[in-house]
């Protein structure tokens, strides 16, 4: 884009900001690009990327460093995601490993717990799944049925879930479980489960519709017995402790979206000033310069509304139904904007060499992870009244 293009003003803009993001920008140049599209064959990334991660200190980055993370704001992990998204790089989940899963453990975790995991995590030698949703329970977390009963001194887990990212890879398991079915939502618990436990099996590597080399699997837990130290927090306290977290991970959500959609304008722009047709430009095309136009001003509200949404989370002000209008309205802009964007790429843009496709497809999701489009809209209705 032009550099004298008008730009919202960003909490993410220092000195101290731009020299990290060159950093990250180079470790998905040199990391990441060269072999996505062999991971999306695997359906997988390697854990040696994960390492790599850890020893360039990319990993935890909102952790102290008593807990082996650089001890920086969230700002740094916006940055992380944006760089991710922008380049398409959807397979190495790290977000939900260091922006979700790793704040439960320092919020609810024992000094015991914090020490165990987090240091681990940092270094990319321990990798995180977090496990709620279940066949018949999603974004209704109140709902699941995975059990866990107190058992020789711990807790004995039986249950299912799906649709869990980095399921295949994952050494350690953030679970919510039903540990006093009778109290509903106040009866559900979250319980750290290391993967190498008795009774724990990974079930399919499921085949998605996009986002092809970031594993999704199902997970099975027959049996599996865990000690007391196993419970994260308090019995009964994960449902709050899932309330008090997800504005962070819709958040997230929202910012993966909007990188996504300045990439996708930008590639378009520069397709649209390149492909001829009838002796011409596609830019010089008024309906082409129009839908462009379109797009660009839709993207630049949505960085608008997130540059406001990042200050607020920065100052702890972000509210739960601030945080679902930014997930579900972010989301389904991106899918719009990259419809927009596929389209004027002609039939280039329905094949998966170009990014524009690539993005389009891992777009859809957006709008289901994290909370439903459906569910984000009833969380914020019940806030007007």
Not at 320 to 336: G, L, R
């Amino acid at each position: 884009m032009p550099a004298d293009l008008y730009r919202p003003t960003s909490p993410l803009d220092s000195p101290e900001h731009e020299a990290f993001r060159a950093t990250v920008r180079r470790f998905v140049q040199d990391e990441i690009q060269p072999h996505h599209a062999q991971w999306e064959r695997d359906g997988q990334v390697p854990q040696a990327l994960w390492r790599r991660a850890g020893e360039l200190g990319l990993l935890c980055l909102t952790m102290p460093p008593e807990y082996g993370g650089a001890g920086v704001d969230f700002s740094y992990s916006a940055i992380a995601v944006e760089e991710m998204a922008r380049a398409g790089a959807t397979g190495p989940l790290f977000y939900l490993h260091s922006d979700i899963v790793a704040p439960y453990l320092l919020h609810y975790g024992t000094e015991s717990q914090k020490q165990q995991w987090l240091p681990r995590m940092a270094r990319g030698e321990v990798i995180a799944a977090i496990g709620m949703t279940e066949p018949g329970a999603g974004s209704d977390l109140a709902a699941i049925r995975t059990r866990a009963e107190p058992r020789d001194g711990g807790w004995c887990i039986n249950g299912q879930k799906i649709f869990i990212s980095n399921g295949q890879i994952a050494d350690l398991v953030l679970l919510a479980a039903k540990t006093d079915p009778a109290r509903g939502a106040k009866g559900v618990s979250l319980l750290l489960v290391d993967t190498q436990t008795p009774g724990f099996s990974r079930g399919r590597k499921l085949d998605k519709l996009g986002m092809h080399a970031q594993d999704t699997s199902e997970l099975f837990f027959a049996d599996v017995q865990v000690g007391a130290d196993a419970l994260l927090g308090e019995a009964g306290s994960g449902f709050k402790a899932m309330m008090n977290e997800l504005p962070q991970e819709r958040l997230l959500v929202a910012i993966t979206a909007v990188a996504a959609m300045e990439a996708g304008v930008e590639w378009t722009r520069d397709h649209v000033s390149q492909r001829q047709a009838f002796g011409a430009p596609l830019a010089d095309k008024q309906t082409v310069r129009h839908r462009l136009a379109d797009c660009h001003a839709n993207t630049l509200v949505a960085r608008s509304f997130l540059n406001d949404c990042l200050r607020r989370h920065l100052a702890g002000e972000l509210d739960t139904a601030t945080a679902s209008v930014a997930k579900y309205w972010c989301s389904e802009m991106q899918f719009k904007v990259l419809d927009d964007c596929l389209q004027l790429f002609g039939g280039y843009g329905y094949m998966r060499e170009y990014p524009i496709a690539r993005a389009w497809v891992d777009a859809r999701v957006q709008r289901i992870y994290g909370g439903t489009t459906e569910i984000m809209k009833e969380i914020v209705a019940r806030s007007l009244f």
